[in-house]
């Protein structure tokens, strides 16, 4: 397989954060980039931006100091199911091992649609997976159920076993291209491709079957009425807008305006021409509110029972 990878620079360290957009990401991504890049002033590892068309940041970012990679990723995943509005560039996350092969060790991938809050992102693209090629978080229905069956497996006839979200992946360089990840990826969803219910979610977890480690859930927080109250409380590192309420797209009183207001600051810096507005999140009173407290209160229990799991944030289950 030949992939013609253009760089805007060489690589400076043996790890790497790495995003995957098109220009309408591109704002998204590189203001996570800046939270980052202002949580760790002196990093030990590069942040990438990978794009299926060329993009161009602004001036004012180039203190971020960004790695800007390209390639076509269409003949690749050419028949791999998409969703409207996204295309087949949601699958480049699992060629990154490849293009990346002689560039890093560890590989942190993460989605546009985050909130970067907190976290030590050097110890963490350092912790042992052991053989595993990939740790990533449960995904959320599993967070208070974990022996909920996921919908995916069943599509596939496969046991119930733990599922990942595949917004934030910490990827093993050498054991994902030992191990032939991609080919088999590449293998499934030639034959799978209308079948993949969520798409690359879907057939990284399939392919990955029982065969990656477990994070913490505060390296991937997924926003939803039923944890972000708690959310609140443990203080995440990364917070995953995974529903359809976006910071720049956020429907009237579902998402905290602290949000939107930061990423707001930052478009109208760097990129004046993304203009959105930011509506106020759910009051006291509001049905969301209340129904929220609810089920906080119903699951509070089970949530601590989930959490209890990791020791502390670098905790890895393998």
């Known amino acids: 397989m030949e992939i013609n990878l253009a760089c805007s620079k060489p690589a400076q360290h043996r790890s ?18 800046g939270q980052i890049a202002q949580l760790h002033p002196d990093r030990d590892f590069d942040i ?5 068309e060329p993009v161009t940041l602004p001036a004012s970012l180039d203190g971020l100091n960004l790695r800007l990679c ?7 995943f050419l028949g791999f199911s998409t969703d409207r509005g996204r295309s087949s560039a949601m699958y480049m996350r699992l060629m990154l091992p490849k293009i990346f092969a002689d560039d890093y060790d560890h590989i ?34 599993q967070w208070r159920t974990p022996s909920r069956m996921p919908e995916d497996f069943k599509d596939f006839d496969l046991e119930n076993a733990a599922y990942f979200n595949s917004g934030v992946l910490l990827i093993d360089v050498a054991n994902w291209n030992a191990q032939g990840i991609l080919d088999a990826a ?22 990955l079957y029982r065969n990656w480690a477990e994070l913490s859930p505060m390296w991937n927080w997924q926003y939803t009425p039923a944890s972000r109250l708690h959310e609140a409380m443990v203080s995440a590192h990364i917070v995953h807008f995974i529903g359809p309420s976006k910071p720049w797209k ?3 009183e579902t998402l905290p305006p602290r949000f939107g207001r930061g990423l707001r600051h930052f478009c109208a810096a760097h990129f ?17 509110m209340t129904k929220m407290l609810v089920r ?15 020791p502390d944030d670098y905790t890895v289950i393998t």
């Open 16 to 33: 790497a954060i790495a995003f995957c957009c098109d220009d309408a990401y591109l704002p998204y991504a590189a203001h996570a980039a």
């Open 48 to 52: 990438c931006i990978v794009s299926a």
């Open 70 to 76: 390209s390639f076509d990723p269409d003949l690749i």
């Open 108 to 141: 942190l991938y993460l989605d546009a649609d985050i909130h970067v809050e907190s976290g030590d992102l050097s110890r963490l693209l350092t912790v042992d997976l052991g053989e595993k090629p990939v740790a990533a978080v449960r995904d959320n229905p």
């Open 186 to 207: 590449l293998s499934f969803g030639e034959k799978n491709g209308a079948r993949l219910r969520r798409n690359d979610q879907t057939l990284l977890n399939c392919v």
């Open 250 to 252: 956020a429907r009237p």
């Open 272 to 288: 004046p021409e993304r203009r959105f507005d930011i509506p106020d999140g759910p009051g006291p009173g509001s049905k969301l």
């Open 296 to 310: 906080h209160l119903i699951n509070r229990n089970k949530m601590a029972r989930y959490l209890a799991r990791f």
